[in-house]
């Protein structure tokens, strides 16, 4: 649909081994104010992320809600799996910032 869009995404980790890890995910937009995101294949096969903000009084206030589900073979890497989620997430909100404001100014 118009409000889904899917992605094949790779994570390289170079750690003492190199790993290399892909999933699917579905990015669904809920609302103007709501995005969820569930992982459809991969070792977080079921994770799922829900971004939502609201205004407050000038600012904006972000929630983020992350149920990360890992399987056995890759739960020794939840530590870099998790920081990089922080890093994707970071430019979620970006984008979803410049999305508002882009709003806001027409």
């Known amino acids: ?3 889904e869009v899917i992605t094949l995404e790779t994570f390289e980790f ?3 081994f190199k790993n290399k890890i892909e999933q699917k995910a579905i990015h669904t937009k809920i ?3 709501q995005l969820l995101t569930k992982i459809i294949s991969g070792p ?3 994770s799922e992320i829900l971004i939502s903000y609201e205004k407050a009084e000038s600012n904006t206030k972000v929630n983020i809600e992350i149920d990360l589900r890992l399987n056995l073979k890759t739960n020794f890497l939840y530590p870099l ?3 990089w989620y922080k890093r994707i997430m970071t430019g ?3 984008k979803m910032n410049n999305e508002a404001l882009t709003k ?3």
Do not use: P, Q
Request: proline share 0%.
């Open 92 to 94: 979620v909100l970006y």
């Open 1 to 3: 649909t118009d409000n």
């Open 81 to 83: 799996i998790k920081k």
């Open 14 to 16: 170079s750690t003492i």
């Open 44 to 46: 977080a096969k079921n």
């Open 31 to 33: 609302s103007d104010y």
């Open 104 to 106: 806001g100014m027409n």
